[in-house]
């Protein structure tokens, strides 16, 4: 069964980081890309970003380029989010996803793309 399993989260302030972890069991993902997306109270998900497994291609939303970092590690197979300089809008809901690709991670933004999900981690950034 596949599973990802989210951790990290917390309650920050304003410019602090945090790291989020996206731990996969079940299958080995190394043909997949996998992202981050998150989601706040009453907004729809919105994409964060994405790495290929394999290669390591990364695509991120331009509001979080210079301040998220996405990476991943094999032997442990585990997605990173690292987050730095953390802004009140960071506040969410962070969601784990994997999907079976070979495409560019550039053309897979929209959550109907991915099949596996985890069940999220919650970013509360205080100003």
Known sequence: QVQLVESGGGL???????????AVSGRTFRSDI??????????ERQFVAAIRWSGGSTY??????GRFT???DNAKNTVY??????????TAGYYCAAETSYS???????PRQYEYWGQGTQVTVSS
């Open 12 to 22: 920050v302030q304003a410019g602090g980081s945090l790291r989020l972890s996206c």
């Open 34 to 43: 996998m992202a981050w997306f998150r989601q706040a109270p009453g907004k």
């Open 60 to 65: 991120y939303t331009d509001s979080v380029k």
């Open 70 to 72: 996405i990476s991943r």
């Open 81 to 90: 989010l690292q987050m730095d300089s953390l802004k009140p809008e960071d």
């Open 104 to 110: 560019n991670p550039y053309y897979y933004t929209a």
